[in-house]
């Protein structure tokens, strides 16, 4: 009995400390999930707000006083405050450089104008004006703040004469602070570096701003923790991170993500989470229920050993005892019906949880599909009202805008739709409009549309694209939705090959698993290839390394060609140079 209740005692903690820590690595992964999603809709945020002032600046230099060279004067003072107020809430300063690098008009919120400072010794400014580029400086400390420059050239459309700058300052520890936590360790904090590792705004120690991660300063602060480092250097290069580590002051999870502003990633944000901050959320009811449980076991323990030391003492009065015996067993039999009722409670309880959950991903999908019926409304309006203006506006520049409007307005049609159809594949509502179609002619249809222009994010492709077998291969399929797979497979291999060659074939297989034959297509490319980190999950939602893309149009194709009953798979080509993705049909 003694062995029963030490062994009934160890399991109990055993299992007690499996189901505790099941519950905790349950809670690390979903607050990885939540955290990547958070990180890079705060990146984004920070990017539009940067991409505004980018624009503001962008108008003021094209704007005829600019352009004519006027860079001082109470008109283009007047014009600088007008556009300073669409973006006093991000910027601090904001300033004009004649050719000579001295300032010709300035506006801050201190009042402070600069006019006359000469900033020809500024690094950003000399990059500006050698390279007629726009830049987003490096970290620079100003009169006790850490702060970054936004700078664009004024160059003269007419004779390509550079005539100035125009700049705008930004104090990093508050601009960040905005849009996170910079501040507080014992809770999430945002962490942002410039190109070069620089650390911006921090929400660990204050000293550490202004230093570079790689250097010592930081390296001793992290005890050169190897995780933290592999994380930063990969977010330094243009790719989301994300892990989990610990250099003596707590784990932390860690999801990195750049900072673009149009494609090219100009800071890069660190969102970090102590993992006790999530923990502290169930420890109180984690004790809560080991300390019933422990007393339940307990009892029950207690009550074992009175009985054993009543059957020693009460040996001579046999019967008795037998029914003490038989009324204690009673009360036991009574607790583990309790116990049993408890059971059956958290169950019910755990199935309304879970059904809970079903509705919540039920309405979750409804809105979706609503949210993607919505975006299409608007858009068709814009792009033929944007057709109407191109066509009657002369001017380039005009005509350049109108065609930036037009391209975004199709990448959000196009994006409505994905969202559409990924829908219908996760609802098992994707319906097939299915006869009989000359496979083969399909894939010259979308070859020739994307030749003639038809597919605009391939317009002035310089790819050569061959199609190797022509003869006429019947299928029994959608036409459209396969035509919606060879162009989705035909852009991707075309977006990722830089003046190279795109080979398509086609042809019959006999599946001798089912004694049919099957229709493959295949399409290689002499790109990249496919990234090691996303090939096991290439076809899944979202799966894409890229600034450009969804990540839907692979998982859309799978579900179109899995309807029809066929395959869709990808492997890098042998010989080291892009990749291969095929699909199969049956034939008829």
Same mark, same amino acid.
Not at 141 to 162: D, F, H, K, M, W
Not at 513 to 518: D, S, Y
């Given at each position: 009995?003694?062995?029963?209740?030490?062994?009934?005692?160890?399991?109990?903690?055993?299992?007690?400390?499996?189901?505790?820590?099941?519950?905790?690595?349950?809670?690390?992964?979903?607050?990885?999930?939540?955290?990547?999603?958070?990180?890079?809709?705060?990146?984004?945020?920070?990017?539009?707000?940067?991409?505004?002032?980018?624009?503001?600046?962008?108008?003021?230099?094209?704007?005829?006083?600019?352009?004519?060279?006027?860079?001082?004067?109470?008109?283009?003072?007047?014009?600088?405050?007008?556009?300073?107020?669409?973006?006093?809430?991000?910027?601090?300063?904001?300033?004009?450089?004649?050719?000579?690098?001295?300032?010709?008009?300035?506006?801050?919120?201190?009042?402070?104008?600069?006019?006359?400072?000469?900033?020809?010794?500024?690094?950003?400014?000399?990059?500006?004006?050698?390279?007629?580029?726009?830049?987003?400086?490096?970290?620079?400390?100003?009169?006790?703040?850490?702060?970054?420059?936004?700078?664009?050239?004024?160059?003269?459309?007419?004779?390509?004469?550079?005539?100035?700058?125009?700049?705008?300052?930004?104090?990093?520890?508050?601009?960040?602070?905005?849009?996170?936590?910079?501040?507080?360790?014992?809770?999430?904090?945002?962490?942002?570096?410039?190109?070069?590792?620089?650390?911006?705004?921090?929400?660990?120690?204050?000293?550490?701003?202004?230093?570079?991660?790689?250097?010592?300063?930081?390296?001793?602060?992290?005890?050169?923790?190897?995780?933290?480092?592999?994380?930063?250097?990969?977010?330094?290069?243009?790719?989301?991170?994300?892990?989990?580590?610990?250099?003596?002051?707590?784990?932390?999870?860690?999801?990195?993500?750049?900072?673009?502003?149009?494609?090219?990633?100009?800071?890069?944000?660190?969102?970090?989470?102590?993992?006790?901050?999530?923990?502290?959320?169930?420890?109180?009811?984690?004790?809560?229920?080991?300390?019933?449980?422990?007393?339940?076991?307990?009892?029950?323990?207690?009550?074992?050993?009175?009985?054993?030391?009543?059957?020693?003492?009460?040996?001579?009065?046999?019967?008795?005892?037998?029914?003490?015996?038989?009324?204690?067993?009673?009360?036991?039999?009574?607790?583990?019906?309790?116990?049993?009722?408890?059971?059956?409670?958290?169950?019910?309880?755990?199935?309304?949880?879970?059904?809970?959950?079903?509705?919540?991903?039920?309405?979750?999908?409804?809105?979706?599909?609503?949210?993607?019926?919505?975006?299409?409304?608007?858009?068709?309006?814009?792009?033929?009202?944007?057709?109407?203006?191109?066509?009657?506006?002369?001017?380039?520049?005009?005509?350049?805008?109108?065609?930036?409007?037009?391209?975004?307005?199709?990448?959000?049609?196009?994006?409505?739709?994905?969202?559409?159809?990924?829908?219908?594949?996760?609802?098992?509502?994707?319906?097939?409009?299915?006869?009989?179609?000359?496979?083969?002619?399909?894939?010259?249809?979308?070859?020739?549309?994307?030749?003639?222009?038809?597919?605009?994010?391939?317009?002035?492709?310089?790819?050569?694209?061959?199609?190797?077998?022509?003869?006429?291969?019947?299928?029994?399929?959608?036409?459209?939705?396969?035509? &919606? *797979? =060879? @162009?989705? +497979?035909? /852009?991707?291999?075309?977006?990722?090959?830089?003046? #190279? !060659?795109?080979?398509?074939?086609?042809?019959?297989?006999?599946?001798?698993?089912?004694?049919?034959?099957?229709?493959?297509?295949?399409?290689?490319?002499?790109?990249?290839?496919?990234?090691? &980190? *996303? =090939? @096991?999950? +290439?076809? /899944?939602?979202?799966?894409?390394?890229?600034?450009? #893309? !969804?990540?839907?149009?692979?998982?859309?194709?799978?579900?179109?060609?899995?309807?029809?009953?066929?395959?869709?798979?990808?492997?890098?080509?042998?010989?080291?140079?892009?990749?291969?993705?095929?699909?199969?049909?049956?034939?008829?």
């Amino acid at each position: 009995m003694v062995i029963i209740l030490v062994f009934s005692f160890i399991a109990f903690y055993f299992f007690q400390s499996i189901t505790e820590n099941n519950i905790k690595a349950s809670l690390l992964k979903e607050q990885i999930d939540k955290q990547l999603v958070e990180s890079k809709s705060v990146s984004q945020h920070i990017g539009a707000d940067l991409t505004l002032v980018m624009t503001v600046l962008d108008g003021l230099t094209n704007s005829v006083n600019f352009q004519e060279g006027h860079l001082y004067g109470a008109e283009t003072k007047g014009l600088m405050k007008e556009k300073y107020g669409i973006i006093q809430d991000i910027v601090d300063k904001v300033f004009v450089l004649d050719q000579n690098d001295v300032v010709t008009q300035g506006l801050s919120k201190s009042g402070t104008e600069y006019v006359g400072a000469d900033f020809s010794q500024r690094e950003w400014v000399s990059s500006v004006r050698n390279d007629s580029k726009p830049i987003f400086s490096k970290g620079f400390e100003r009169q006790g703040l850490y702060t970054v420059y936004i700078a664009i050239p004024i160059i003269n459309r007419q004779n390509s004469q550079y005539i100035g700058l125009i700049a705008a300052s930004i104090p990093t520890e508050k601009f960040f602070a905005r849009y996170g936590n910079v501040h507080d360790i014992n809770s999430q904090f945002l962490v942002v570096f410039d190109k070069d590792g620089t650390i911006l705004a921090v929400g660990a120690d204050k000293s550490l701003l202004g230093k570079n991660f790689f250097g010592n300063v930081v390296q001793n602060f992290i005890h050169h923790n190897k995780i933290l480092n592999n994380l930063t250097e990969t977010l330094l290069r243009g790719t989301p991170s994300h892990g989990i580590y610990d250099y003596g002051r707590t784990e932390r999870i860690n999801t990195g993500q750049p900072i673009l502003v149009g494609s090219k990633p100009t800071y890069f944000l660190e969102v970090v989470t102590p993992t006790q901050a999530i923990f502290s959320k169930i420890q109180e009811t984690l004790f809560t229920e080991r300390l019933k449980s422990g007393s339940l076991l307990a009892g029950v323990f207690a009550s074992i050993i009175l009985l054993v030391v009543l059957l020693l003492r009460w040996n001579s009065t046999m019967e008795k005892e037998v029914i003490k015996r038989t009324t204690e067993l009673n009360e036991s039999n009574s607790s583990l019906d309790i116990m049993a009722r408890k059971l059956t409670n958290a169950n019910v309880s755990l199935y309304e949880a879970n059904e809970q959950l079903k509705k919540h991903q039920k309405l979750q999908q409804e809105f979706i599909d609503m949210a993607a019926h919505e975006l299409r409304t608007p858009i068709q309006p814009i792009l033929g009202l944007a057709d109407v203006l191109h066509d009657r506006v002369s001017d380039k520049y005009e005509r350049g805008l109108l065609e930036v409007i037009v391209r975004n307005a199709r990448r959000l049609q196009r994006f409505s739709s994905e969202i559409l159809d990924v829908t219908k594949i996760e609802g098992s509502l994707l319906k097939l409009s299915k006869k009989q179609i000359d496979l083969s002619k399909k894939i010259e249809n979308v070859i020739s549309d994307i030749e003639n222009g038809a597919d605009t994010e391939m317009n002035g492709t310089k790819n050569k694209i061959v199609f190797q077998r022509r003869e006429s291969i019947t299928v029994y399929a959608d036409k459209d939705r396969i035509y &919606q *797979v =060879i @162009s989705n +497979l035909l /852009s991707n291999a075309l977006k990722y090959t830089d003046n #190279g !060659t795109v080979t398509i074939n086609a042809y019959l297989n006999h599946n001798a698993n089912n004694h049919n034959n099957e229709a493959i297509v295949t399409i290689s490319d002499t790109g990249r290839g496919i990234d090691s &980190q *996303v =090939i @096991s999950k +290439l076809f /899944s939602k979202f799966s894409t390394t890229s600034f450009t #893309g !969804t990540g839907l149009g692979l998982y859309i194709s799978k579900g179109i060609i899995e309807a029809h009953g066929g395959r869709i798979w990808a492997e890098n080509n042998s010989n080291g140079i892009g990749a291969t993705f095929s699909f199969s049909l049956p034939a008829i």
